[in-house]
């Protein structure tokens, strides 16, 4: 069965840093990973999908990368905002149609 | 835009009642998917659904049910609410295929609670 796990569970940077977010999964084979944001009381806002044939995919100051065969992706904020702020969550597509979720990491940027 | 449509934001209810939640897509997703989601949990599946009167279930569909007659829309049942039953409630929808490409899409979640 796959297993998501997301660390760290919870971070705090300064406005301006660089950062990076990590997702672990255990079954490699998979279709695709999708990161999210979640905003308190929100539902999820796509960020990024990387296909499984896919090593990064970019989105202005957000970056994601897969390394599928040690079943690891990370985002990598740059110059991160206070508006940056949220919980971020990784999903993993290996069962065709079905989703398993990381639990998130809370990032909050400091002004 | 995909757009995913929960009907309430916000809902209150009293043990025992019948619940419905319900759920719109406009972009003529073949799946559509029901969550729910609590402090320390994460997101769980209760139920999806790949086609119209088609359902599967997730991983906690105990206490629960769903009904999809017609493509864009997607309801959760709860028969009777329970105190356990106070959650988010999220609702998704993706295309389904190609695989590679399936993304899900999210409404903006029903806060449930159950007095």
């Known amino acids: 069965k796959q297993e998501v796990t997301q660390i760290p569970a919870a971070l705090s940077v300064p406005e301006g840093e660089n950062l990076v977010l990590n997702c672990s999964f255990t079954?490699?084979?998979?279709?695709?990973l999708q990161w999210f944001r979640q905003d308190p009381g929100k539902g999820l806002t796509s960020l990024l999908l990387?296909?499984?044939?896919?090593r990064e995919q970019t989105s202005g100051r957000l970056n994601a990368s897969l390394d599928k065969s040690s079943g690891r992706s990370t985002l990598y904020i740059a110059a991160s905002q206070p508006g940056d702020s949220a919980t971020y969550l990784c999903a993993v597509n290996n069962y065709g149609q079905n989703f398993v979720f990381g639990p998130g990491t809370r990032l909050s940027v400091l002004p | 835009d995909v757009k995913v449509t929960q009907s309430s934001r916000y809902l209150v209810k009293r043990t025992g009642e019948k619940v419905f939640l319900e759920c719109v897509q406009d972009m003529d997703h073949e799946n559509m998917f029901w969550y729910r989601q609590d402090p320390g949990l994460g997101l769980r599946l209760i139920y999806f659904?790949?086609?119209?009167?088609?359902?599967e279930k997730g991983d906690i569909p105990e206490g629960y049910s769903v009904s999809r007659e017609k493509k864009e829309r997607f309801s959760l049942i709860l028969e009777s609410a329970s105190t356990n039953q106070t959650s988010m409630y999220l609702c998704?929808?993706?295309?389904?295929?190609?695989?590679?490409?399936?993304?899900?899409?999210f409404g903006a979640g029903t806060r449930l609670s159950v007095l």
């Open positions: 990387i296909q499984s044939s896919q």
């Open positions: 998704a929808s993706s295309p389904g295929l190609p695989l590679a490409k399936n993304i899900q899409y």
């Open positions: 659904s790949y086609d119209v009167k088609m359902k």
């Open positions: 079954d490699s084979a998979i279709y695709n």
